[in-house]
């Protein structure tokens, strides 16, 4: 069991994470073709988790790296996904897209294969909202759009381009009626280049404390 380590300050525990990722392109730059996120075989990223305590962001308990790329097909219920693997080699997400919109089965919280659900569609206004009836009716999952055209700052570098998603999940577990709020998580994607950021505060992110995962380098 791996121990859980108080770190106050995340800045030496950073910097030997860079110098270790050894990543084909160090820079985050953007790729020719407008994509809120990329499906081309091996593109990739990588990424740094960061398990902060609620309500202290200055106290950051635990710091891992995953690194992410686009590695080959499967077909699912007739459909071609992108299998996107881990630095492990095992299966972390399975995406397509359509134009504009993506779809996952296992995108997110999810650790098995769900049906099939849109979580980004980049030609939505702010505001937009669409929502998946999961579980046969005991749970739910809203999207909202709360920024289009926007920028943010990940470490340092400015992004632009930016659209930003809340997500709400509910469910009826309590009474198998009712569907009631339960958390919510934040995801940031940069056109060219992806999802540059993503926020779970507990207990969405599992642990007993906050989850926040942000894009370090990218690979083309």
Same mark, same amino acid.
């Given at each position: 069991?791996?121990?859980?380590?108080?770190?106050?300050?995340?800045?030496?525990?950073?910097?030997?994470?860079?110098?270790?990722?050894?990543?084909?392109?160090?820079? =985050?730059?953007?790729?020719?073709?407008?994509?809120?996120?990329?499906?081309?075989?091996?593109?990739?990223?990588?990424?740094? +988790?960061?398990?902060?305590?609620?309500?202290?962001?200055?106290?950051?308990?635990?710091?891992?790296?995953?690194?992410?790329?686009?590695?080959?097909?499967?077909?699912?219920?007739?459909?071609?996904?992108?299998?996107?693997?881990?630095?492990?080699?095992?299966?972390?997400?399975?995406?397509?897209?359509?134009?504009?919109?993506?779809?996952?089965?296992?995108?997110?919280?999810?650790?098995?294969?769900?049906?099939?659900?849109?979580?980004?569609?980049?030609?939505?206004?702010? /505001?937009? +909202?669409?929502?998946?009836? +999961?579980?046969?009716?005991?749970? +739910?999952?809203?999207? #909202? =759009?709360?920024?289009?055209?926007?920028?943010?700052?990940?470490?340092?570098?400015?992004?632009?381009?930016?659209?930003?998603?809340?997500?709400?999940?509910?469910?009826?577990?309590?009474?198998?009626?009712?569907?009631?709020?339960?958390?919510?998580?934040?995801?940031?994607?940069?056109? /060219? #280049?992806?999802? =540059?950021?993503?926020?779970?505060?507990?207990?969405?992110?599992?642990?007993?404390?906050?989850?926040?995962?942000? #894009?370090?380098?990218?690979?083309?």
């Amino acid at each position: 069991m791996t121990a859980i380590v108080k770190l106050p300050k995340v800045a030496g525990v950073l910097g030997l994470i860079l110098i270790s990722l050894g990543c084909e392109n160090d820079d =985050i730059s953007p790729r020719a073709v407008a994509d809120y996120f990329p499906l081309e075989e091996n593109a990739g990223a990588n990424y740094l +988790k960061e398990y902060v305590s609620t309500g202290d962001e200055l106290t950051i308990w635990w710091t891992d790296t995953l690194m992410l790329k686009v590695s080959g097909d499967t077909l699912i219920d007739g459909l071609y996904y992108k299998r996107i693997m881990t630095q492990y080699g095992t299966l972390e997400k399975v995406v397509r897209s359509e134009g504009s919109r993506y779809f996952g089965r296992n995108h997110e919280l999810y650790g098995g294969f769900s049906r099939e659900y849109m979580f980004l569609d980049a030609s939505l206004p702010a /505001g937009s +909202k669409w929502e998946h009836i +999961k579980d046969e009716g005991l749970t +739910k999952t809203e999207y #909202i =759009i709360e920024e289009v055209n926007s920028t943010y700052v990940v470490r340092g570098i400015e992004f632009k381009d930016v659209i930003k998603v809340k997500v709400n999940y509910y469910d009826a577990y309590t009474d198998g009626e009712t569907l009631v709020y339960k958390y919510s998580a934040e995801h940031v994607y940069a056109n /060219g #280049i992806g999802e =540059i950021y993503a926020h779970y505060p507990y207990p969405a992110s599992g642990v007993f404390s906050d989850l926040k995962i942000s #894009i370090l380098s990218s690979s083309k």
